[in-house]
C-alpha cells in the first residue's frame, strides 16, 4: 500500500482504569488493548501514530449536559457507588475523569484535523472508553456517561464554524442519545443504521422519525431487520444515505464508529462481515473529500468480541487509508 495518509489513533493508557466490575459486564478495558495491540502489529502499523487525549473541560462538556449531571456523576464516583440507574452503568473511583477524558478524545481529533487545513492527509481513530452514544443530557444509558460524538460535533461548530455536521452512526444500536441531541437542531444531520428498535436496545430509532420543528428533515434513521447483512447495509449507503448528503452538504463528519453488529458479536442479531467495514471506510473516505476536504473524526462506540473487534477496526482505517480495494 503507498499513501501519504496517516492515521492518528487518539487513546490513552488511561482509560483502562475505568472500572466496570469484570465479569459478565461486556465493556472491558481489553477492548482497547486488543485494537492497540492489532494496529501496532498488523498491516497498518507503518501508517500508524499516536496521540494523547486530553479531558473536556467542563463548559465543553455542557454543551450537551447540564451541570446537575455533571454533579451527579462525580457525586455518584466519590460515594463509591458500583453502578448509575442501571447495574449496565458501572463505575469505579477513577471513571468521572476517565469518561471526561474519553469524551476529549473527540476534540482532540478535531483540533488534528483543522490542523491538517484541508489536505485530508490525516485519518484520526479516537479509541476511547466509555463509549458516549447512548447518554442523554441528564442520564447515563447502555455503558455511556458523556455523549462523546455530540460533544465534539458542538466543539466544531463553536471553535471553528463548521455549522453543517453530518454525524453518522453504524454502531448495532441507535444512539438515542446523539438524536435527542439533534432532534430540533436544524444544522446537524444525524444518520443511524442499527438493528430494528423492536428487537435491540435501546428501543429507539424508527424510521418514521425525521426531526421536529427546524430539524425536520435531519434525522436518518434506518433500522434492519435481525440478521440483516452486507448487502443491507451497502443498499443504504449508496441509497438513501447518499442522497441525504448530498442535499445536506456537510461541512464536516463526525462518525460514531461502533463495531457490534458483526455475525460473531452477541450484543447484536445483525449479521455484518469484517469486510463489511472496509466498504463502510471506502465510502465515508469518498464522501468526506467529495464534501469537506477529508474532514472527518471517527469515535469508538460498541463491539465487544475481542478477536473480531481487533478485525473490523482494522479494515475500517484500511477502507479509510486506501479507498481502492
Known amino acids: 500500500m503507498t499513501t501519504k495518509k496517516r492515521i ?5 493508557p488511561k482509560y483502562q482504569l475505568h472500572d466496570t466490575g469484570g465479569g459478565e459486564h461486556p465493556e472491558v478495558p ?19 501514530d499516536m496521540a494523547l487525549p486530553r479531558p473536556a473541560t467542563r463548559s465543553e462538556l455542557m454543551a450537551f449536559h ?22 449496565d452503568n458501572q463505575i ?18 478535531v483540533d488534528l484535523i483543522e490542523q491538517d487545513d484541508g489536505h485530508g492527509q490525516n485519518i484520526v481513530f479516537c479509541s476511547t472508553r466509555p463509549p458516549g452514544h447512548h447518554a442523554e443530557p441528564t442520564r447515563p444509558f447502555g455503558f455511556c456517561f458523556f455523549n462523546n460524538c ?17 454525524v453518522l452512526d453504524f454502531d448495532a444500536h441507535h444512539g438515542n442519545g446523539i438524536q435527542t441531541a439533534f432532534d430540533e437542531d436544524g444544522e446537524v444531520l444525524y444518520i443511524s443504521i442499527h438493528e430494528h428498535p423492536s ?23 434506518i433500522p434492519l431487520a435481525p440478521g440483516s447483512g452486507d448487502n443491507q447495509v451497502i443498499d443504504a449507503f449508496d441509497g438513501p444515505v447518499r442522497s441525504l448528503l448530498e442535499q ?18 452477541d450484543m447484536s442479531g445483525l449479521a455484518y462481515s469484517s469486510e463489511l467495514y472496509a466498504e463502510i471506510g471506502r465510502r465515508l473516505f469518498a464522501w468526506s473529500n467529495q464534501f ?15 478477536p473480531i473487534l481487533a478485525d473490523c477496526v482494522e479494515n475500517y482505517l484500511s477502507g479509510l487509508l486506501n479507498p481502492e480495494p
Not at 428487537?199 to 434513521?221: D, R
Open 292 to 306: 469537506c476536504s477529508g474532514r472527518l473524526v471517527s469515535i469508538l462506540e460498541g463491539g465487544y468480541h475481542l
Open 30 to 48: 481489553e477492548r482497547l488493548q486488543v485494537i492497540a495491540d492489532r494496529l501496532a502489529g498488523g498491516k497498518l502499523a507503518a501508517f500508524v
Open 150 to 166: 455530540v460533544i465534539a460535533a458542538r466543539y466544531w461548530q463553536q471553535r471553528y464554524g463548521r455549522r453543517h455536521i453530518c
Open 66 to 87: 447540564p451541570e446537575s449531571w455533571l454533579f451527579r456523576f462525580e457525586e455518584s464516583v466519590l460515594s463509591g457507588r458500583t453502578f448509575i440507574d442501571h447495574p
Open 248 to 265: 445536506f452538504q456537510p461541512e464536516a463528519f463526525v462518525v460514531a464508529a461502533g463495531f457490534d453488529a458483526h455475525r460473531l458479536d
Open 8 to 12: 492518528t489513533v487518539i487513546t490513552d
Open 92 to 109: 469505579g473511583f477513577e471513571s468521572y475523569d476517565i469518561a471526561t477524558l474519553s469524551a476529549g478524545a473527540g476534540l482532540c481529533g
Open 199 to 221: 428487537f435491540s436496545y435501546p428501543g429507539t430509532g424508527w424510521a418514521e422519525e425525521h426531526g421536529l420543528g427546524p430539524g425536520k428533515g435531519k434525522i436518518l434513521n
